[in-house]
C-alpha cells in the first residue's frame, strides 16, 4: 500500500539551529516525491520535488530509496520558517497525492 | 500570479442537505482535483477529474458526492445528503500537466461543518 509517514506532529528548534523533518514512504514503483509547505493562514504551497534536486529557503531533501525517506533538511532556521509541513508521494501511474500527517515546525527566537 | 479560488470560505449546514462547494482553477489548468481534511487528520485525495469526467477517485468518494465543471471556469463539488463525519477542510486544487515536472496549485480551502 501507498503510505508516507512524518513520524513528528511537532519539531521545536531555536533560531539558527538545524532543522531535519522526517518523512518515510511505501511504494513498490518509482513515487515522486514533494514538500509542501502550510503557513499561517495560507494555502497548501509546494516547497520542493525530488526530481528537480532543488534548494528553496535553504531546505534540501534527497531521496533515499534503500531507506524509503525524504527528509527535509535546513543547516540554520529562521523565525519565518514556522509552518506546518507535509510530505507528499505521487505515483507514477495517477496524478493523485498521497500526504503524510505533516509536522509543525516552530522556530523560537 | 494566478491561483486557485474558492467559495465560500466556511459553509455551516444541517445534516441531511446537499451542499455545494467552488472553486475556480488555473485558466490554463487541464487537471482538477479535490481534497479534504479532517480536523487533526491528514490532507486525502477524494478525486480527480480531467476533460471532463473523472480520471481516479478514493474510496471516501462515494454516491453521495459528485464533481463538475459546469462552464469554462468552475469546478464544484457537490455532496448531496451532509453527514458530520463531512465536517473537514475542502481544498480543490489544479495543475497543467501530468508529466513529471508538474505541481498541484491548491486553494484557501472551504471549511465544511455540519450540525
Known amino acids: 500500500a501507498q503510505r508516507v509517514t512524518q513520524p513528528e506532529k511537532l519539531l521545536s528548534v531555536f533560531k539558527g539551529a538545524p532543522v531535519e523533518l522526517k518523512c518515510n514512504y511505501s511504494y513498490s514503483g518509482s513515487p515522486e516525491l514533494f514538500w509542501y509547505v502550510q503557513y499561517s493562514r495560507q494555502r497548501l504551497q509546494l516547497l520542493l520535488r525530488?526530481?528537480s534536486r532543488e534548494s528553496i529557503k535553504g531546505f534540501t531533501a534527497d531521496l533515499n530509496k534503500g531507506e524509503t525517506s525524504f527528509h527535509l533538511k535546513k543547516p540554520f532556521a529562521q523565525e519565518e520558517d514556522s509552518a506546518m509541513y507535509y510530505c507528499a508521494l505521487k505515483s507514477s501511474a495517477t496524478n493523485k497525492l498521497i500526504f503524510g500527517t505533516g509536522t509543525l515546525l516552530a522556530v523560537q527566537p | 500570479e494566478p491561483e486557485v479560488t474558492q467559495t465560500p470560505s466556511h459553509q455551516v449546514t444541517q445534516m441531511g442537505q446537499e451542499v455545494i462547494l467552488r472553486c475556480v482553477p488555473i485558466s490554463n489548468h487541464l487537471y482538477f482535483y479535490w481534497y479534504r481534511q479532517i480536523l487533526g487528520q491528514k490532507v486525502e485525495f477524494l478525486v480527480s477529474f480531467y476533460n471532463n469526467e473523472i480520471s481516479e477517485k478514493s474510496e471516501i468518494f462515494d454516491d453521495q458526492f459528485s464533481v463538475e465543471r459546469p462552464d469554462g471556469s468552475n469546478f464544484t463539488l457537490k455532496i448531496r445528503s451532509t453527514k458530520l463525519e463531512d465536517s473537514a477542510m475542502y481544498f480543490c486544487?489544479?495543475?497543467?500537466?501530468?508529466?513529471?515536472?508538474?505541481?498541484?496549485?491548491f486553494g484557501p480551502g472551504t471549511r465544511l461543518t455540519v450540525t
Open positions: 486544487a489544479s495543475s497543467s500537466t501530468q508529466s513529471t515536472s508538474y505541481e498541484q496549485y
Open positions: 525530488h526530481i
